[in-house]
């Protein structure tokens, strides 16, 4: 009888040798042997007959324990290329392939309870070696955890449940970079916009993208921005889409650690001075930049006081040339300094009577600051905006629109969505993990504000797909607006990490990392070794009453006869409240295999293929 047919099965029997077919094979070969020990008569084929039927009847059950070891030995690494993908995927548009397997159910987790508390070694000898095939190659994990699906399935996800967000966790070579693999070249088969942040900045995982692309049939969609290949890579302005300048003061304020106290009033500082510049710029009909944002931080604000005060006017005071005229006499051969100065008392006699602007105030303001003191005030941000700025990394971040002679590619992700654009951003963080950081952090503040926009008045919108590996590393404010809001504007975030630990650490507490965590709908976890991962993973499914089987046995003599010995054995089967998936075989799953808790609350057990290229259709 099966495991899953019997309830009170004692599922490490599992693993038990096969005397079914052992039973079959010695009665076959006492058919075989009896003609020719004796005379065959009709004694002998009664007998001959007698021993096939009794052969027979063990070998349905022998034959489905044998197909149990095999799954329980686990599966070698499965090769899939992308026009087999394609396939999978013709009639399931709605949804996304998530590899091979089967719903986790209770019964599951009974034997997983039960096969967990036998011997380690004893399971490796009867389930590891099937797999290993390669000694230099050792097999990791327990395969037999995968094998206690009675059948596989292809397995799908639909797409309504993805803008729920996805989490996928695991530990380094446990395959996150397979799972982002699968699920980013469906959807640029799909012909959808998708987003890589790479902090690492994988070359794999750019040219697996890249090959998306090609096998979707047009490369050109393919973007790369990585500051290590600055020669060819794509100019991104991380500061292009805003729906209010003050965004940019945010975003840029928020390269600066904040650990309160004084290190608070130097980032409100810091943030009103960007403003004021900023406002500046947009008064002069510019694009702000990292690039003038320094400028002007470091040397000063002079130069940008006396154009923006020529602009304002010229575009509030209809007697413009009348006014400025005497004004005009005293700019001749000033220096930048006096030529604000000049400026600054044009606006505070004449232009502010007429039309005031606080934005203007603001940048005048900070032009008469005292210059030791404000240095002072922004020597927090100063550093990060000058590796920001400076040399190749200065050019790909602050591109020069009007350089035709700059063969670089310039976009801005407004433009990348818009294109349904498949653009892979290396932060190269291995590098320079501070500047790899304020890289990523700006680009997912660039998406937010065009998640914004999108949210507010976009209409017919087409499903945007980020994928953000090491999430911790870049997570901030506006990704986690995105995580709150972005299913209305059809923003889909996939989120790699290796440990819970890193988002609290990077937040500043767990609770507020599960907090933001608790915004994601769908969870894949591939191998964990953190504990406290792995209770959060398990945390997020639902718990089950499962039935332990006991064993007990006693032996005894009386005092009356102490040689005779008596004994007494007994079984028990009680409940326990249990997690559907226990947590410590989180930290035992082979490569390539998850258990996922997706929106809705399924929970699936699956393994994920290794995309190859393939031939062209």
């Keep these: 009888m099966s495991a899953k047919d019997n309830d009170s099965a004692d599922y490490r029997m599992l693993f038990r040798p096969n005397y079914e077919l052992i039973n079959t094979a010695v009665w076959w070969a006492a058919a075989l042997f009896l003609p020719l020990a004796t005379y065959f008569t009709f004694s002998t084929a009664v007998l001959c007959i007698f021993c096939l039927f009794s052969g027979a009847r063990t ?119 397979r799972m982002f693999d699968l699920l980013i070249s469906q959807a640029v088969l799909r012909g959808e916009s998708v987003i890589i942040i790479d902090p690492k900045g994988d070359k794999e995982m750019a040219a697996n993208a890249r090959r998306a692309c090609r096998a979707a049939g047009d490369e050109e969609r393919f973007i790369m921005f990585n500051p290590a290949f600055a020669e060819t890579s794509a100019r991104i302005n991380p500061l292009a889409n805003f729906s209010r300048p003050t965004e940019i003061a945010s975003r840029i304020a928020a390269l600066m650690p904040d650990s309160g106290g004084a290190s608070s009033t130097f980032k409100a500082f810091s943030w009103q001075a960007v403003n004021n510049i900023v406002q500046g710029e947009v008064i002069c009909g510019r694009r702000p930049t990292l690039i003038g944002i320094s400028h002007y931080l470091a040397g000063g604000c002079a130069a940008l006081v006396a154009e923006a005060v020529r602009e304002y006017a010229l575009q509030t005071d209809e007697n413009f040339q009348e006014d400025f005229a005497p004004y005009q006499r005293r700019l001749a051969g000033a220096s930048v300094e006096k030529q604000a100065g000049v400026m600054r008392d044009f606006y505070r006699q004449v232009i502010s009577a007429k039309a005031p602007s606080a934005d203007l105030e603001g940048l005048i303001s900070m032009f008469e600051h005292d210059a030791a003191h404000f240095s002072k005030m922004v020597s927090g941000l100063l550093p990060m905006m000058s590796m920001l700025t400076s040399g190749a990394l200065g050019q790909l971040l602050s591109p020069d629109f009007q350089d035709l002679k700059d063969p670089r590619r310039l976009y801005d992700t407004r433009q990348i969505i818009n294109g349904a654009r498949v653009a892979y951003i290396g932060l190269d963080s291995l590098t320079d993990s501070m500047v790899g950081s304020a890289i990523g952090s700006l680009i997912l503040s660039d998406l937010a504000s065009v998640a914004g926009d999108r949210y507010n008045y976009g209409t017919d919108l087409k499903p945007v797909n980020i994928f953000v590996d090491e999430a911790a590393e870049t997570i901030n404010e506006p990704m986690i607006a995105m995580l709150n809001k972005g299913r209305g504007a059809r923003f889909r975030l996939f989120v790699a990490t290796q440990t819970f630990a890193d988002f609290a650490a990077r937040l500043g507490s767990k609770d507020k990392a599960t907090q933001v ?57 009680s409940q326990e409240e249990s997690p559907l998936f226990p947590a410590p075989l989180l930290g035992k799953l082979p490569n390539l295999e998850y258990i996922a808790s997706l929106a809705g609350g399924r929970v699936l057990k699956g393994r994920i293929p290794i995309l190859t290229e393939g031939e062209p259709e």
Aim: hydrophobic fraction near 35%.
């Design 59 to 177: 070998l349905p059950s022998g034959l489905e324990l044998r197909a149990r070891h095999r799954r329980l030995a686990g599966h070698g690494l499965e090769f899939t290329d992308l026009s087999a993908l394609r396939r999978r995927c013709q009639g399931h548009e709605n949804e996304i392939w998530i590899g091979r397997g089967f719903a986790w159910e209770r019964r599951h987790a009974e034997m997983a309870s039960q096969i967990s508390a036998m011997d380690e070694s004893a399971l490796e000898k009867l389930s590891g070696a099937a797999v290993q095939t390669d000694p230099a190659q050792p097999v990791m994990g327990s395969a037999w955890i995968h094998g206690l699906g009675e059948t596989e399935e292809e397995l799908y996800q639909h797409l309504k449940h993805v803008e729920g967000h996805s989490l996928i966790v695991g530990t380094t070579g446990a395959g996150k970079t």
């Design 517 to 573: 965590l608790g915004n994601i709908n769908s969870v894949f976890a591939l191998r964990v070794t953190d504990l406290e991962t792995q209770e959060y993973i398990t945390g997020k499914m639902p718990t089950v009453r499962i039935r332990q089987l006991g064993h007990s046995a006693s032996a005894g003599g009386g005092s009356a006869e102490p040689l005779v010995i008596s004994t007494s054995g007994s079984e028990t089967l």
